[in-house]
């Protein structure tokens, strides 16, 4: 298996699927990346679409590609 690129802060996710009424799952742009004092790796996410809207996934989570899916700044629009 090859090597999963790193995640960074600025990076683009949606969870992989559709999402209500088949419309695209929410986007979601890495705000930090940090090592808790559990030493698990994590990634703050903020909603791009209401920044308000926060959440943390373990970045193995977030790497898993049968979960997530990175979004390439061409295909965000």
Known sequence: ??????????QRYRAVGEGFLGRPTPLWTVEDVFTNIDGIEYARLVSSADPTMRKTLSVAILSDRRRFARVEETEAA
């Open 1 to 10: 298996m090859g090597r999963k690129r790193p995640i960074e802060k600025g």
